[in-house]
């Protein structure tokens, strides 16, 4: 077995139980001791992994972004909210989809869609999109920001200028009765700040945790949000206060089948 061989299966191992003993992979392997201490003094100073006595242990940055984790986190709430979003997508529709994990489940509901343009700042989402023949994919430059996998700054915004788009699907880090729509990069909130301007419909996906706190950086006020779509677990109250300010709720049961407005 090559050396990069042996050191792909050692990473496979440590993406899976994010240690490893060197007695046992060297068994697995088929390799002497020496030869996987080899292997791992040269994947630690390539920053993949962090010696231990005795093995190793994946470096943090390479084991799971803040991304992969929050993909997770409340996962069937924001499926439904996504696929009751996806209801909104009409065939031929210009559309922009925000970054954001609720974002990427609402892309992959509408991969159904026909002849579809989508622009996006999100790489995981054009990715996601770019093999389907039916789907026009614009991608907003800018700088990336790692952790997300989103565009933002000067070329990003300029890119905005002369964009316009039938519907806005954005995600959000925050929602306050009073702050409004709230999110903590100010680089990639004033991103979905411009395009919310250039959406004639713009479309707001939030689970429940969402509710109730407030971020650094507003993307926009409760005016400015046509539909809010959210789970049942959401806190009534601020609910009600949403519609009193002229914002359509719409509340899906978390396994999808039910909808109230």
Do not use: C, W
């Not at 990715?127 to 789907?135: A, I, K």
């Not at 005016?223 to 719409?250: C, F, G, M, S, Y």
Request: without cysteine; glycine residues 6%.
């Amino acid at each position: 077995m090559l050396p990069q061989d042996r050191q792909s299966e050692i990473m496979k191992q440590l993406q899976k139980f994010r240690t490893i003993k060197i007695s046992d992979i060297s068994k697995s392997l088929n390799v002497t001791r020496e030869t996987i201490r080899k292997d791992l003094y040269e994947m630690e100073e390539r920053g993949l992994v962090r010696k231990v006595h005795g093995g190793a242990i994946i470096n943090k940055a390479n084991f799971e972004t803040k991304y992969i984790n929050r993909k997770s986190t409340n996962e069937a709430e924001k499926r439904s909210i996504a696929k009751r979003a996806a209801e909104f997508v009409e065939d031929g529709d210009t559309i922009y989809i925000d970054y954001g994990t609720t974002a990427l489940f609402f892309t992959q509901e509408i991969l159904s869609k026909k002849d579809l343009t989508v622009v996006t700042n999100s790489l995981p989402i054009a990715s996601e999109l770019v093999d389907y023949s039916d789907f026009d994919v614009i991608i907003l430059g800018g700088s990336v920001r790692k952790n997300e996998k989103s565009l933002f700054g000067p070329v990003a915004y300029r890119g905005i200028e002369k964009i316009y788009v039938d519907k806005g699907f954005f995600g959000i880090g925050a929602v306050d009765i009073h702050a409004g729509y709230t999110n903590v990069h100010m680089g990639e909130s004033e991103v979905s700040r411009l395009m919310m301007s250039h959406s004639q419909k713009n479309i707001l996906m939030a689970d429940y945790s969402k509710f109730n706190t407030a971020a650094m950086n507003q993307v926009a006020s409760i005016e400015e949000v046509d539909v809010l779509i959210t789970d049942a677990n959401t806190d009534q109250d601020v609910l009600e206060q949403l519609k009193k300010r002229k914002t359509v709720v719409l509340t899906v049961e978390t396994e999808g089948n039910g909808l109230d407005e």
